[in-house]
């Protein structure tokens, strides 16, 4: 089957709100939800809980952002009791990051849902093709973010020939 990009560009339209609406449905525990998270907490939260024990400098690596900002989400989430941080064993100047013991099951149940449906979504796909899920999705982010900080972002029109320019996208 041929989709030409117009065609897939309206079946994302339909699809990806409701991927965002689905995963805004996953309820959040209880004992997570007077602690005000947001979706940067999600991110780090996984790396933590998928990739076990990290340190600030490899969390930031990984979130794509600096290591000043993960600093404050750490203490920002360790104040909250949500994250420790002790010392390295291999390293003492160096402070490992984890999720505490008592809320580690909340957590993995709270990201297990998400995790269960990319895992049944990708195994089926060749290790090629789940790469150019992720860098497909990559770039979408890259060029929603551009649109973002151009000067008229959103008010561009179809062209009327049936294609989509810079209308709104989720």
Request: hydrophobic fraction near 40%; avoid cysteine.
């Amino acid at each position: 089957m041929s989709t030409s990009v117009d065609d897939a560009v309206r079946a994302l339209l339909l699809l990806m709100p409701r991927m965002v609406g689905r995963a805004k449905r996953i309820p959040v525990p209880e004992e997570l939800q007077s602690l005000a998270l947001a979706p940067r907490h999600l991110s780090l939260l996984s790396y933590l809980l998928f990739d076990g024990p990290l340190t600030v400098n490899d969390l930031a690596a990984r979130l794509e952002v600096a290591p000043t900002t993960v600093s404050l989400m750490v203490g920002e989430l360790s104040g909250k009791g949500i994250l420790e941080r002790r010392e390295d064993p291999a390293d003492r100047r160096r402070r490992i990051v984890s999720i505490t013991d008592a809320q580690r099951p909340s957590i993995s149940a709270w990201l297990a849902r998400g995790a269960t449906a990319w895992r049944q979504a990708l195994e089926p796909l060749t290790p090629d093709q789940r790469q150019l899920v992720i860098d497909t999705l990559r770039a979408y982010e890259a060029a929603a973010a551009e649109t973002d900080s151009a000067p008229e972002a959103g008010t561009g029109t179809g062209t009327g020939t049936g294609s989509v320019t810079e209308g709104p996208v989720p």
